[in-house]
């Protein structure tokens, strides 16, 4: 019996570290739409993250930006391509338009940046980063 107290207690301690590896940690609040401009609305499924400083150190060009951070959970963060795919359409919707496109694998990340310009050419920019059931992204406006 004292042997599956320790067993249990160490599978809670083992999943403990494994849920704080994550890439960036969400708030309980369910983001609707973008604070940056209301008028986007954010797929189901997205959350704010507590800090874009993850981002910011996978994509340091995102300095430049005032960056809002998100996350992707349940069924939504499964479905990574759809999810983006919802993401652009709403940014498109308002009138966001993507300019430019990149990608790259790090240490089993797939980081895609993708420029954007709005209806008036302000520079705009949205990075996702991907990594197993993983999907955050951010979405910044020039400073």
């Known amino acids: 019996m004292e042997k599956l107290k320790v067993l249990g207690l160490a599978f809670l301690l083992l999943m403990g570290g494994g849920l704080a590896q994550t890439l960036v940690e969400a708030t ?27 981002l910011l150190q996978r994509f340091p060009e995102a ?12 069924i939504a963060s499964r479905l990574h391509a759809a ?3 919802q993401v652009l359409t709403a940014f498109a919707a308002v ?6 496109q990149e990608e790259k694998v790090v240490d089993g990340e797939v980081r ?8 008036l050419g ?3 920019l949205l990075v996702v980063v991907r990594k197993g059931e993983e999907l ?3 979405f910044g406006k020039r400073k």
């Open 136 to 138: 955050v992204y951010g």
């Open 28 to 54: 309980a609040v369910a983001a609707l739409a973008s604070s940056l401009d209301p008028a986007v609305r954010l797929p189901s499924g997205t959350y704010k993250a507590r800090s874009p400083e993850p």
């Open 63 to 74: 300095k430049g930006y005032a960056l809002e951070a998100f996350v992707a959970k349940g």
């Open 122 to 124: 302000r520079p705009a």
């Open 83 to 85: 999810f983006v795919q």
């Open 112 to 119: 895609t940046k993708y420029l954007l310009r709005d209806s």
């Open 95 to 100: 009138g966001y338009f993507v300019e430019g």
